[in-house]
C-alpha cells in the first residue's frame, strides 16, 4: 500500500503554462508538505499544511497555490510557469507530535 | 535551528559498518539530531533520531557525543542499497521544518 502518492511521476511543459501536481497520503495524518528539490539536490521546504490550514509558507512566488481540498489531500497548484520551477517536488505528511515525516516518490516537473 | 556539518562523500565497503558523522557544535538543548537518506530519484526517508542518548532500531544506531556538539549514524552491516545520500538534521521538537543540508554521499563498494 503506498503511503504517499503523487501524480503526475513527469510532468513536461512550456513557459507561461499553468500545471498542478496531486498529493495524497492514506495515513490518517492530519499536517502535509510541500518540498522543492533543484538541480542541485537542494532540498527545501515550501508550504505546510495542518489540518487543512496552511502553517508554513517559505518565501515561496505567488505564482504557486497549495490546496488542500481535505486532511488526506495537498495539491499544488503553479501559474506562469518558468524555467526556473524545473525540479523534483516532494509531497510529505507527519501525524502531530511525530517525530518522522514520510515523504512520496516526488513530482519530476521540466518546463521548456 | 542550528547548522550542521557532515563530510560531502564517503565510502564503505559492503558488509562493515558504515560510520556516517556530524558536527552540530551549535546545537540547543532542546534541538534533537534526526537522520533521513534519500537513495536515488526517491522521497528521503527517516532513519532514526536521538536527544542525547544513543538510539537504536533495525536500521541503523545513533551515537551522540556527552556535549551533544557532534553524532554518528552507524548501519552496522552495510548492504549495496544503502547507498544513498544521508542528511543530519538538528530540528526543535516544536518546529514542524525539516531544512535539509547538503548531506553526505555515502557509496557501499561491493
Known amino acids: 500500500d503506498t503511503a504517499v502518492s503523487q501524480t503526475p511521476k513527469y510532468l513536461v511543459t512550456q513557459m507561461g503554462n499553468d500545471k498542478s501536481i496531486k498529493c495524497e497520503q492514506n495515513?490518517?495524518?492530519?499536517?502535509m508538505y510541500w518540498y522543492k528539490q533543484d538541480s542541485k539536490k537542494f532540498l527545501k521546504i515550501m508550504f505546510s499544511y495542518n489540518n487543512k490550514e496552511l502553517i508554513i509558507n517559505e518565501t515561496v512566488p505567488n505564482r504557486f497555490s497549495p490546496k488542500s481540498p481535505d486532511k488526506a489531500h495537498l495539491n499544488l497548484h503553479i501559474n506562469s510557469l518558468e524555467l526556473g520551477d524545473s525540479a523534483v517536488y516532494f509531497c510529505?505528511?507527519?501525524?502531530?507530535?511525530?517525530?518522522?515525516?514520510?515523504f512520496g516518490p516526488g513530482t519530476r516537473l521540466t518546463v521548456t | 535551528d542550528a547548522k550542521t556539518t557532515q563530510p560531502p562523500s564517503m565510502d564503505c565497503a559492503e558488509g562493515r559498518a558504515a560510520n556516517l558523522p556530524c558536527n552540530h557544535s551549535t546545537i540547543s538543548g532542546n534541538e534533537y539530531v534526526y537522520w533521513y537518506r534519500q537513495i536515488h530519484s526517491q522521497g528521503p526517508q527517516y532513519i532514526i533520531h536521538?536527544?542525547?542518548n544513543n538510539e537504536t532500531n533495525e536500521m541503523a544506531s545513533l551515537i551522540i557525543t556527552e556535549d551533544r556538539k557532534s553524532s554518528t549514524l552507524i548501519l552496522p552491516h552495510a548492504t549495496l542499497r544503502d547507498t544513498a545520500v544521508y542528511y543530519c538534521?538538528?530540528?526543535?521538537?516544536?518546529?514542524?521544518?525539516?531544512?535539509f543540508g547538503t548531506g553526505t554521499r555515502l557509496t557501499i563498494i561491493p
Open positions: 495515513l490518517g495524518h492530519d499536517t
Open positions: 538534521i538538528v530540528r526543535n521538537f516544536g518546529n514542524e521544518k525539516l531544512t
Open positions: 536521538g536527544l542525547k
Open positions: 510529505a505528511s507527519t501525524r502531530q507530535g511525530s517525530y518522522e515525516q514520510y
